[in-house]
Protein backbone atom coordinates (compact mmCIF):
# COMPACT_ATOMS: atom_id res chain seq x y z
CA UNK A 1 0.00 0.00 0.00
CA UNK A 2 1.28 3.87 -0.99
CA UNK A 3 0.23 6.30 1.36
CA UNK A 4 0.19 10.06 0.37
CA UNK A 5 -0.54 13.23 2.49
CA UNK A 6 -1.51 16.39 1.29
CA UNK A 7 -1.95 19.33 3.18
CA UNK A 8 -5.66 21.43 2.81
CA UNK A 9 -5.62 24.51 5.10
CA UNK A 10 -8.72 25.81 2.74
CA UNK A 11 -10.73 23.03 2.82
CA UNK A 12 -13.96 25.26 1.57
CA UNK A 13 -12.32 26.66 -1.43
CA UNK A 14 -10.19 26.82 -4.64
CA UNK A 15 -6.96 24.63 -3.42
CA UNK A 16 -9.53 21.79 -1.94
CA UNK A 17 -10.55 21.81 -5.78
CA UNK A 18 -6.75 22.09 -6.82
CA UNK A 19 -6.48 18.62 -4.12
CA UNK A 20 -9.21 16.82 -5.75
CA UNK A 21 -7.69 17.29 -9.22
CA UNK A 22 -4.41 16.44 -7.98
CA UNK A 23 -5.80 12.94 -6.40
CA UNK A 24 -7.52 12.34 -9.43
CA UNK A 25 -4.51 12.59 -11.69
CA UNK A 26 -2.92 10.49 -9.41
CA UNK A 27 -5.22 7.83 -9.10
CA UNK A 28 -5.54 7.45 -13.17
CA UNK A 29 -1.73 7.04 -13.77
CA UNK A 30 -1.18 4.89 -10.64
CA UNK A 31 -1.86 0.91 -10.39
CA UNK A 32 -1.02 0.06 -6.78
CA UNK A 33 -2.92 0.79 -4.15
CA UNK A 34 -2.72 3.92 -2.96
CA UNK A 35 -4.42 5.56 0.56
CA UNK A 36 -4.89 9.51 0.53
CA UNK A 37 -4.50 10.87 3.89
CA UNK A 38 -6.35 14.53 3.99
CA UNK A 39 -4.50 16.76 6.60
CA UNK A 40 -6.96 19.30 6.85
CA UNK A 41 -8.80 21.78 9.82
CA UNK A 42 -11.92 22.29 10.59
CA UNK A 43 -12.65 24.95 7.04
CA UNK A 44 -13.15 21.12 5.28
CA UNK A 45 -16.81 21.25 4.52
CA UNK A 46 -19.01 18.31 4.56
CA UNK A 47 -19.44 18.92 0.40
CA UNK A 48 -15.64 18.62 -0.37
CA UNK A 49 -14.92 15.57 1.81
CA UNK A 50 -17.77 13.76 0.26
CA UNK A 51 -16.39 14.32 -3.34
CA UNK A 52 -13.09 13.66 -2.24
CA UNK A 53 -14.28 10.06 -1.05
CA UNK A 54 -16.25 10.17 -4.55
CA UNK A 55 -12.89 10.35 -6.36
CA UNK A 56 -11.15 7.63 -4.63
CA UNK A 57 -14.52 5.65 -4.96
CA UNK A 58 -14.00 5.84 -8.84
CA UNK A 59 -10.89 4.39 -8.55
CA UNK A 60 -11.05 1.81 -5.94
CA UNK A 61 -8.66 4.04 -3.69
CA UNK A 62 -8.83 4.84 -0.36
CA UNK A 63 -9.08 8.39 1.38
CA UNK A 64 -8.62 9.04 5.09
CA UNK A 65 -8.90 12.26 6.89
CA UNK A 66 -6.92 14.12 9.72
CA UNK A 67 -8.13 17.11 11.68
CA UNK A 68 -4.41 18.36 12.64
CA UNK A 69 -6.11 20.58 15.03
CA UNK A 70 -7.72 17.83 16.82
CA UNK A 71 -4.43 15.59 16.66
CA UNK A 72 -1.37 18.26 16.95
CA UNK A 73 -3.15 21.22 18.21
CA UNK A 74 -0.69 21.79 20.99
CA UNK A 75 2.27 21.49 18.57
CA UNK A 76 1.23 23.84 16.34
CA UNK A 77 1.10 25.89 19.11
CA UNK A 78 4.56 25.65 19.71
CA UNK A 79 5.06 26.54 15.43
CA UNK A 80 3.35 29.78 15.50
CA UNK A 81 4.92 31.11 19.00
CA UNK A 82 8.43 30.66 17.64
CA UNK A 83 7.23 32.03 13.69
CA UNK A 84 4.52 34.05 13.99
CA UNK A 85 2.78 34.09 10.43
CA UNK A 86 0.58 37.26 10.15
CA UNK A 87 -2.12 35.77 7.81
CA UNK A 88 -3.15 33.04 10.31
CA UNK A 89 -2.29 30.16 8.05
CA UNK A 90 -0.10 27.53 9.35
CA UNK A 91 -0.33 24.79 6.41
CA UNK A 92 3.44 25.34 6.57
CA UNK A 93 3.62 23.60 10.18
CA UNK A 94 2.19 20.40 8.89
CA UNK A 95 4.50 18.75 7.11
CA UNK A 96 6.67 19.16 10.44
CA UNK A 97 4.05 17.63 12.24
CA UNK A 98 3.63 14.11 10.73
CA UNK A 99 5.41 12.03 13.09
CA UNK A 100 1.88 13.03 15.36
CA UNK A 101 -0.25 12.55 12.72
CA UNK A 102 1.41 9.37 11.31
CA UNK A 103 2.79 7.99 14.29
CA UNK A 104 2.50 4.47 12.79
CA UNK A 105 3.57 4.61 8.86
CA UNK A 106 7.26 4.14 8.33
CA UNK A 107 7.28 6.18 5.32
CA UNK A 108 4.70 8.58 3.47
CA UNK A 109 4.68 10.80 0.23
CA UNK A 110 4.03 14.33 1.82
CA UNK A 111 2.28 16.96 -0.99
CA UNK A 112 1.06 20.19 -1.36
CA UNK A 113 -2.49 20.66 -3.05
CA UNK A 114 -1.18 22.26 -6.19
CA UNK A 115 0.54 18.99 -7.80
CA UNK A 116 -0.99 17.32 -10.86
CA UNK A 117 0.48 13.65 -11.83
CA UNK A 118 1.31 12.38 -15.08
CA UNK A 119 3.34 9.89 -13.78
CA UNK A 120 2.68 6.63 -11.51
CA UNK A 121 3.13 7.80 -7.91
CA UNK A 122 4.41 4.25 -7.16
CA UNK A 123 7.87 5.02 -9.35
CA UNK A 124 8.23 7.77 -6.29
CA UNK A 125 7.62 5.29 -3.75
CA UNK A 126 9.89 2.52 -4.99
CA UNK A 127 12.79 4.84 -3.37
CA UNK A 128 14.25 3.60 -0.40
CA UNK A 129 15.03 5.94 1.87
CA UNK A 130 16.79 2.98 4.75
CA UNK A 131 19.13 1.78 2.03
CA UNK A 132 19.47 4.11 -0.75
CA UNK A 133 23.57 4.34 -0.99
CA UNK A 134 24.04 2.14 1.77
CA UNK A 135 22.58 4.77 4.31
CA UNK A 136 19.37 6.19 5.72
CA UNK A 137 17.65 9.08 4.85
CA UNK A 138 15.24 11.09 6.62
CA UNK A 139 13.58 12.33 3.69
CA UNK A 140 13.95 13.01 -0.20
CA UNK A 141 13.08 15.87 -2.17
CA UNK A 142 13.87 17.60 -5.59
CA UNK A 143 16.75 20.40 -5.54
CA UNK A 144 15.51 23.63 -6.97
CA UNK A 145 18.14 23.48 -9.44
CA UNK A 146 16.38 25.87 -12.37
CA UNK A 147 15.46 27.98 -9.51
CA UNK A 148 17.78 31.25 -9.84
CA UNK A 149 20.19 31.66 -6.94
CA UNK A 150 19.41 34.58 -6.01
CA UNK A 151 15.78 33.49 -4.98
CA UNK A 152 16.64 32.20 -2.09
CA UNK A 153 18.33 34.47 0.96
CA UNK A 154 19.67 31.33 2.07
CA UNK A 155 21.61 30.73 -0.99
CA UNK A 156 22.74 34.24 -1.02
CA UNK A 157 24.02 34.74 2.70
CA UNK A 158 25.82 31.32 2.19
CA UNK A 159 24.24 29.20 4.61
CA UNK A 160 22.81 26.43 1.27
CA UNK A 161 24.48 25.68 -1.22
CA UNK A 162 22.05 26.53 -4.31
CA UNK A 163 22.43 22.76 -5.60
CA UNK A 164 20.99 21.77 -2.35
CA UNK A 165 18.56 23.87 -1.99
CA UNK A 166 15.19 21.88 -2.28
CA UNK A 167 11.49 22.64 -2.91
CA UNK A 168 9.55 21.36 0.20
CA UNK A 169 6.36 20.52 -1.63
CA UNK A 170 6.81 17.14 -2.75
CA UNK A 171 8.48 14.85 0.15
CA UNK A 172 9.12 10.74 0.42
CA UNK A 173 9.20 11.21 4.73
CA UNK A 174 10.20 8.73 7.24
CA UNK A 175 7.99 10.33 9.73
CA UNK A 176 10.02 9.36 12.50
CA UNK A 177 12.99 11.39 10.85
CA UNK A 178 10.43 14.66 12.29
CA UNK A 179 10.50 13.44 15.79
CA UNK A 180 13.76 12.53 16.50
CA UNK A 181 14.54 16.56 15.85
CA UNK A 182 11.83 17.86 16.56
CA UNK A 183 13.50 20.76 18.92
CA UNK A 184 16.24 21.53 16.26
CA UNK A 185 13.28 22.00 13.70
CA UNK A 186 11.51 24.25 16.25
CA UNK A 187 14.51 26.22 16.70
CA UNK A 188 15.21 26.52 12.86
CA UNK A 189 11.96 27.86 12.54
CA UNK A 190 12.62 30.71 14.99
CA UNK A 191 15.74 31.10 13.47
CA UNK A 192 14.34 31.79 9.87
CA UNK A 193 11.76 34.07 11.77
CA UNK A 194 14.35 35.86 13.87
CA UNK A 195 16.50 36.81 10.25
CA UNK A 196 13.19 37.57 8.24
CA UNK A 197 13.54 34.39 5.59
CA UNK A 198 11.08 33.96 3.80
CA UNK A 199 9.90 30.52 2.92
CA UNK A 200 9.18 29.34 6.25
CA UNK A 201 9.16 25.64 6.55
CA UNK A 202 10.95 24.98 3.40
CA UNK A 203 13.88 27.18 4.53
CA UNK A 204 13.75 25.95 8.07
CA UNK A 205 14.60 22.44 6.78
CA UNK A 206 16.94 23.24 4.05
CA UNK A 207 19.32 25.77 7.19
CA UNK A 208 19.38 21.81 8.99
CA UNK A 209 19.41 19.10 6.53
CA UNK A 210 20.18 20.91 2.99
CA UNK A 211 23.37 18.57 2.48
CA UNK A 212 21.90 15.48 4.54
CA UNK A 213 18.81 14.34 2.23
CA UNK A 214 18.04 11.61 -0.74
CA UNK A 215 18.02 14.20 -4.00
CA UNK A 216 15.48 12.92 -6.05
CA UNK A 217 14.95 12.91 -9.69
CA UNK A 218 13.36 16.47 -10.93
CA UNK A 219 10.81 15.00 -12.98
CA UNK A 220 8.97 14.08 -9.22
CA UNK A 221 8.56 18.54 -8.97
CA UNK A 222 8.48 19.95 -11.60
CA UNK A 223 7.96 23.92 -10.84
CA UNK A 224 5.74 25.31 -13.99
CA UNK A 225 7.11 29.11 -12.25
CA UNK A 226 10.49 27.81 -13.74
CA UNK A 227 9.95 25.93 -16.68
CA UNK A 228 7.32 28.67 -17.73
CA UNK A 229 10.43 30.96 -17.33
CA UNK A 230 12.67 28.46 -19.29
CA UNK A 231 10.25 28.79 -21.89
CA UNK A 232 10.27 32.42 -22.27
CA UNK A 233 13.74 32.36 -22.18
CA UNK A 234 14.89 29.94 -24.78
CA UNK A 235 11.92 30.67 -26.98
CA UNK A 236 12.35 26.93 -28.79
CA UNK A 237 9.65 24.66 -30.03
CA UNK A 238 6.54 24.23 -27.50
CA UNK A 239 7.31 22.13 -24.48
CA UNK A 240 5.82 18.74 -24.23
CA UNK A 241 4.35 17.21 -21.05
CA UNK A 242 6.68 14.62 -19.60
CA UNK A 243 6.11 11.98 -17.30
CA UNK A 244 6.10 13.97 -14.49
CA UNK A 245 4.64 15.30 -11.19
CA UNK A 246 3.60 19.20 -12.57
CA UNK A 247 4.03 21.50 -9.16
CA UNK A 248 1.57 24.95 -9.74
CA UNK A 249 3.45 26.97 -7.40
CA UNK A 250 3.38 30.36 -8.39
CA UNK A 251 1.65 29.34 -11.43
CA UNK A 252 -1.71 28.60 -11.15
CA UNK A 253 -4.43 28.05 -13.88
CA UNK A 254 -6.14 30.26 -16.05
CA UNK A 255 -8.19 29.89 -18.89
CA UNK A 256 -5.47 30.06 -21.79
CA UNK A 257 -6.07 26.56 -23.03
CA UNK A 258 -2.99 26.99 -25.29
CA UNK A 259 -0.63 26.79 -22.41
CA UNK A 260 -0.11 22.98 -22.19
CA UNK A 261 -0.38 23.00 -18.31
CA UNK A 262 -3.19 24.64 -18.01
CA UNK A 263 -4.83 22.28 -20.32
CA UNK A 264 -2.93 19.38 -18.46
CA UNK A 265 -4.74 21.18 -15.12
CA UNK A 266 -8.11 21.11 -17.01
CA UNK A 267 -7.66 17.69 -18.22
CA UNK A 268 -7.93 16.04 -15.28
CA UNK A 269 -10.24 19.18 -13.15
CA UNK A 270 -13.16 18.47 -15.67
CA UNK A 271 -13.13 14.95 -14.70
CA UNK A 272 -14.29 16.00 -10.72
CA UNK A 273 -17.38 16.15 -9.27
CA UNK A 274 -16.72 20.60 -9.02
CA UNK A 275 -17.28 19.72 -12.85
CA UNK A 276 -20.64 20.61 -12.99
CA UNK A 277 -23.80 22.85 -13.58
CA UNK A 278 -22.64 24.93 -10.34
CA UNK A 279 -19.63 25.54 -12.54
CA UNK A 280 -20.89 27.46 -15.11
CA UNK A 281 -22.87 29.32 -12.17
CA UNK A 282 -19.42 30.04 -10.62
CA UNK A 283 -17.98 31.54 -13.71
CA UNK A 284 -20.95 34.10 -14.27
CA UNK A 285 -20.65 35.62 -10.49
CA UNK A 286 -16.94 35.66 -10.75
CA UNK A 287 -16.92 37.12 -14.37
CA UNK A 288 -19.82 39.68 -13.28
CA UNK A 289 -17.99 40.52 -9.38
CA UNK A 290 -14.15 41.04 -11.70
CA UNK A 291 -16.52 43.02 -14.58
CA UNK A 292 -18.29 45.18 -11.79
CA UNK A 293 -14.82 46.10 -10.15
CA UNK A 294 -12.94 46.88 -13.11
CA UNK A 295 -16.10 49.28 -14.18
CA UNK A 296 -16.08 51.19 -10.63
CA UNK A 297 -12.30 51.44 -10.52
CA UNK A 298 -12.43 53.14 -13.96
CA UNK A 299 -15.13 55.42 -12.96
CA UNK A 300 -13.77 56.30 -9.59
CA UNK A 301 -10.22 56.93 -11.26
CA UNK A 302 -11.87 59.37 -13.88
CA UNK A 303 -14.00 61.19 -11.60
CA UNK A 304 -10.94 61.30 -9.19
CA UNK A 305 -8.53 62.74 -11.95
CA UNK A 306 -11.69 65.10 -13.11
CA UNK A 307 -11.93 66.76 -10.17
CA UNK A 308 -7.75 66.57 -8.84
CA UNK A 309 -7.30 68.48 -12.47
CA UNK A 310 -9.45 71.31 -11.03
CA UNK A 311 -7.27 72.27 -8.71
CA UNK A 312 -3.91 71.24 -9.95
CA UNK A 313 -1.21 71.40 -13.01
CA UNK A 314 -0.09 68.33 -15.31
CA UNK A 315 3.53 67.65 -15.43
CA UNK A 316 5.56 64.83 -17.02
CA UNK A 317 8.35 62.58 -16.41
CA UNK A 318 9.09 60.78 -19.15
CA UNK A 319 11.39 58.24 -20.83
CA UNK A 320 13.68 59.76 -23.77
CA UNK A 321 12.76 57.29 -26.39
CA UNK A 322 9.14 58.37 -25.15
CA UNK A 323 9.06 61.99 -25.30
CA UNK A 324 7.53 62.97 -28.58
CA UNK A 325 5.02 59.93 -28.41
CA UNK A 326 3.44 61.20 -25.27
CA UNK A 327 3.59 64.70 -25.95
CA UNK A 328 0.90 63.76 -29.26
CA UNK A 329 -1.13 61.11 -27.11
CA UNK A 330 -1.50 63.98 -24.03
CA UNK A 331 -1.64 67.18 -25.88
CA UNK A 332 0.93 68.33 -23.45
CA UNK A 333 0.78 72.34 -23.78
CA UNK A 334 4.31 74.30 -23.90
CA UNK A 335 3.43 76.01 -20.56
CA UNK A 336 2.92 72.26 -19.10
CA UNK A 337 6.49 70.87 -17.43
CA UNK A 338 7.65 67.68 -18.98
CA UNK A 339 10.98 66.27 -17.83
CA UNK A 340 13.18 63.38 -19.93
CA UNK A 341 14.43 60.77 -17.73
CA UNK A 342 17.39 61.64 -18.87
CA UNK A 343 17.94 65.06 -16.33
CA UNK A 344 18.26 62.99 -13.28
CA UNK A 345 16.00 61.22 -10.31
CA UNK A 346 17.26 64.10 -8.26
CA UNK A 347 16.13 66.92 -10.34
CA UNK A 348 12.67 64.93 -10.43
CA UNK A 349 12.38 64.85 -7.06
CA UNK A 350 13.00 68.33 -6.22
CA UNK A 351 10.51 69.38 -8.46
CA UNK A 352 8.06 66.95 -6.97
CA UNK A 353 8.64 68.45 -3.68
CA UNK A 354 8.98 72.00 -5.04
CA UNK A 355 5.81 71.31 -6.34
CA UNK A 356 3.92 69.64 -3.93
CA UNK A 357 0.01 70.44 -3.21
CA UNK A 358 0.27 72.10 -7.14
CA UNK A 359 0.95 69.23 -9.83
CA UNK A 360 0.20 65.65 -10.36
CA UNK A 361 3.23 64.12 -11.88
CA UNK A 362 2.46 61.39 -15.05
CA UNK A 363 5.14 58.91 -15.04
CA UNK A 364 5.90 57.55 -18.13
CA UNK A 365 8.87 55.33 -16.82
CA UNK A 366 10.04 51.67 -17.68
CA UNK A 367 10.80 51.12 -14.15
CA UNK A 368 7.97 52.93 -12.85
CA UNK A 369 7.35 50.05 -10.20
CA UNK A 370 10.71 50.68 -8.63
CA UNK A 371 10.05 54.40 -8.83
CA UNK A 372 6.96 54.06 -7.32
CA UNK A 373 8.24 51.69 -4.06
CA UNK A 374 10.65 54.61 -3.53
CA UNK A 375 8.19 57.89 -4.09
CA UNK A 376 5.67 56.05 -1.40
CA UNK A 377 8.42 55.48 1.27
CA UNK A 378 9.47 59.47 0.74
CA UNK A 379 5.94 60.11 1.77
CA UNK A 380 4.33 61.24 -1.72
CA UNK A 381 0.66 59.58 -2.69
CA UNK A 382 0.12 57.61 -5.68
CA UNK A 383 -3.22 58.90 -7.64
CA UNK A 384 -2.29 62.59 -6.06
CA UNK A 385 1.28 63.51 -6.53
CA UNK A 386 1.82 61.12 -8.98
CA UNK A 387 0.29 58.41 -11.17
CA UNK A 388 1.46 55.94 -13.82
CA UNK A 389 1.08 57.60 -17.10
CA UNK A 390 0.97 54.24 -18.64
CA UNK A 391 -2.47 53.14 -17.33
CA UNK A 392 -4.21 55.65 -19.67
CA UNK A 393 -2.94 54.16 -22.86
CA UNK A 394 -4.56 51.55 -24.80
CA UNK A 395 -3.71 48.74 -27.42
CA UNK A 396 -3.77 51.89 -30.29
CA UNK A 397 -0.14 53.41 -28.09
CA UNK A 398 1.41 50.09 -28.69
CA UNK A 399 0.55 49.10 -25.39
CA UNK A 400 -0.36 45.09 -24.69
CA UNK A 401 -2.79 43.92 -22.43
CA UNK A 402 -3.26 40.14 -21.35
CA UNK A 403 -6.55 38.96 -19.41
CA UNK A 404 -5.77 37.57 -15.71
CA UNK A 405 -8.34 34.86 -15.68
CA UNK A 406 -7.35 32.99 -12.89
CA UNK A 407 -9.38 34.62 -10.04
CA UNK A 408 -12.11 33.06 -11.95
CA UNK A 409 -10.96 29.36 -12.78
CA UNK A 410 -10.08 29.41 -8.52
CA UNK A 411 -14.52 30.69 -8.29
CA UNK A 412 -15.05 27.35 -10.84
Known sequence: MIHVAY??????GFYAKMLGTSML?????????????????DRLTPDNRGKFCYIAGQFNQQVEFHNVEEIAGPTLRKFEAA????????????????????PDLDKLIFLGADTVFNLDV???????????????????AVPELKSPPDRFRLCTDNLVK????????????????????????????????DNGYFYIEQDALNYLFSESYLKLPYHFNIILLDIRLDIRR?????????????HYAGAKPDLNTDDVFNRL????????????????GNLDKALNKMFRQSQNESRDNLLHFTNLLTERKRAFFVDNNFLESAKQIFAIKDDELIMASSSGGDKFLSELENSKGKVIFFLLINNYWQARAFLLS?????????INGFMFLSERHGLTFNFDSKPIVQEM
Not at 175 to 192: A, G, Y
Open 234 to 246: INSSPYRIEKAIY
Open 25 to 41: SMFENTKEKVTVHIMHN
Open 7 to 12: RLWGGD
Open 83 to 102: HPIRSGINASWYPLIIHEVF
Open 378 to 386: QGFIEGTDF
Open 162 to 193: HKNYFNADVLLVRPDFFKENFERILESCKFIF
Open 265 to 280: YFEYFLKTPWANADMF
Open 122 to 140: GELWAYDLNSVGGGAYGFG
